[in-house]
């Protein structure tokens, strides 16, 4: 997309038994980000045995611009944004933009846009928003979750800017295919557009509200899930993560003592340091072992 062009976008969303959230997110895009009026939703339900197609399809039915692609059977993240990938592609790359929000989290107004701004520059290939938890103070792992995310923050705003696909958008001529034995796609996609030249940009007024897990054993699960993805794509491409690179690991430490210097914080930085490197520990031995978690275990606690 050239600067100044005219561009042409979709919203791609992978959504697996979501009835609860979906219509929250469905409205949302549809009244409170001020879209494009050809700008097309393209939904995949990938075995999903609730109601969330049938919403999919009640938007459709009733003149919007919300399109469902169903999957009998639940092949995982992956292969559900090679069906988006490929619906797009399909049309001879009319779609410029495609922008990548989870099922289950909200954008704040506005934040589409703010999003798709910076890929008016022919030289930005992708651009990712800032999550924020709505996870409250109670609990240890709410302030894990609280200082994982705000470390996220600092870091794109340092310049070693993460793709996070809790919300960001992509250039979809730039990603063709994704391998579908993935455990996590976003640093694929990212090692993609790096390597073919394109800059990714950090947009932190582009927020995305999410829920992170409230309990360790669903928090343990999906940072053991997050680590093996990383260590998977780093063996398969060479590619490292900023988030995943040893020489962050001072300035992780200095920015999460900023963050909680109360007996409280201080515990969640030391209950979040070890929770990592177990998580990263299993993760290797899980690899080594060819396990990998292409199809996500649905963690209840991180729905709204």
């Not at 459709?60 to 559900?80: H, M, Q, T």
């Not at 890929?119 to 930005?124: E, I, Q, R």
């Not at 200082?147 to 340092?158: A, E, K, S």
Request: hydrophobic share 40%; proline share 6%.
């Amino acid at each position: 997309m050239s600067e100044g062009a005219c561009a042409r976008v979709a919203i791609g969303i992978c959504a697996y038994n979501e009835e609860e959230n979906f219509p929250k997110l469905l409205d949302n895009l549809l009244t409170r980000q001020d879209l494009l009026q050809d700008t097309e939703i393209l939904v995949n339900c990938s075995g999903s045995t609730d109601s969330t197609p049938q919403i999919a399809k009640k938007f459709y039915d009733n003149s919007l611009p919300v399109r469902l692609i169903f999957e009998n059977k639940r092949r995982g993240k992956a292969n559900a944004l090679n069906r988006i990938f490929d619906e797009i592609h399909g049309r001879g790359d009319s779609v410029d933009s495609l922008v990548l929000v989870n099922a289950d989290d909200l954008p704040e107004p506005g934040s589409i846009n703010r999003l798709l701004q910076p890929l008016y520059n022919g030289k930005v290939g992708a651009t990712t928003g800032r999550p924020m938890p709505i996870n409250g103070s109670g609990n240890i792992c709410d302030n894990i979750v609280h200082l994982i995310w705000y470390l996220h923050h600092r870091l794109n705003l340092r310049g070693c800017i993460k793709m996070s696909g809790e919300l960001c958008a992509v250039r979809p001529d730039l990603v063709r295919n994704i391998p579908a034995s993935l455990a996590t796609d976003e640093p694929y996609v990212e090692m993609l557009i790096r390597r073919q030249g394109y800059e990714i940009v950090y947009v932190p007024d582009a927020v995305v509200r999410m829920k992170g897990p409230d309990n360790f054993r669903e928090l343990f699960n999906q940072r053991r899930r997050i680590c093996v993805g990383h260590a998977q794509i780093r063996a398969m491409t060479g590619f490292v993560a900023s988030t995943y690179e040893l020489r962050k690991i001072p300035f992780l430490l200095r920015e999460s003592l900023k963050m909680g210097t109360t007996p409280k914080g201080l515990s969640a930085i030391l209950a979040g340091v070890f929770l990592e490197i177990f998580a990263r520990l299993i993760a290797l031995h899980d690899l080594r072992g060819g396990k990998i978690p292409c199809i996500w275990e649905r963690l209840p606690s991180t729905k709204p």
